[in-house]
């Protein structure tokens, strides 16, 4: 993945407010990926960095508040933009987000900020954003390229 792929309509005319964040791709033994289901839709889990936080720091704050789990964070996949705005245009975003090989940890106490869905690939186009999909099928075509060279 790369910091010049970009998904999403860029508009000249407006100003977009910039985010990072960091997200894990997470599969079961299914072949499943986790997801986390919010108001507004389906998400890899992860999310923004707040300042003065790494990438992996991020990452496993995220998690644990949205899936109430420990994470293991792996390999860094890569970087890539998404542009968005709101259905009623009031805010648009220039999400900058990373990406990381992960798998659950221990299971925490507490109520998870979301609930964790498992998707399979198939049905990755419910996720909301154009670069969750890529990164999903980046990361699952990889892993069947990787399986067919070490038959």
């Given at each position: 993945?790369?910091?010049?792929?970009?998904?999403?309509?860029?508009?000249?005319?407006?100003d977009y407010r910039r985010r990072a964040g960091a997200?894990?791709?997470?599969?079961?033994?299914?072949?499943?990926?986790?997801?986390?289901?919010?108001?507004?839709?389906?998400?890899?889990?992860?999310?923004?960095?707040?300042?003065?936080?790494?990438?992996?720091?991020?990452?496993?704050?995220?998690?644990?508040?949205?899936?109430?789990?420990?994470?293991?964070?792996?390999?860094?996949?890569?970087?890539?933009?998404?542009?968005?705005?709101?259905?009623?245009?009031?805010?648009?975003?220039?999400?900058?987000?990373?990406?990381?090989?992960?798998?659950?940890?221990?299971?925490?106490?507490?109520?998870?900020?979301?609930?964790?869905?498992?998707?399979?690939?198939?049905?990755?186009?419910?996720?909301?954003?154009?670069?969750?999909?890529?990164?999903?099928?980046?990361?699952?075509?990889?892993?069947?390229?990787?399986?067919?060279?070490?038959?």
């Amino acid at each position: 993945m790369s910091e010049d792929l970009k998904f999403g309509s860029f508009n000249p005319e407006v100003d977009y407010r910039r985010r990072a964040g960091a997200y894990a791709v997470i599969f079961d033994e299914q072949g499943r990926f986790a997801s986390v289901k919010a108001r507004k839709g389906f998400f890899l889990p992860g999310g923004g960095i707040e300042a003065g936080e790494s990438l992996e720091e991020t990452l496993i704050r995220e998690v644990r508040e949205e899936c109430a789990h420990e994470v293991i964070v792996g390999r860094f996949l890569g970087s890539a933009i998404q542009y968005h705005s709101e259905s009623n245009g009031s805010r648009h975003w220039e999400f900058h987000c990373s990406y990381f090989a992960a798998e659950f940890g221990t299971r925490l106490d507490g109520q998870p900020e979301h609930e964790l869905i498992w998707l399979e690939l198939s049905e990755a186009d419910q996720l909301k954003f154009d670069i969750h999909r890529w990164a999903i099928n980046q990361v699952s075509t990889a892993t069947v390229r990787e399986r067919l060279e070490t038959q």
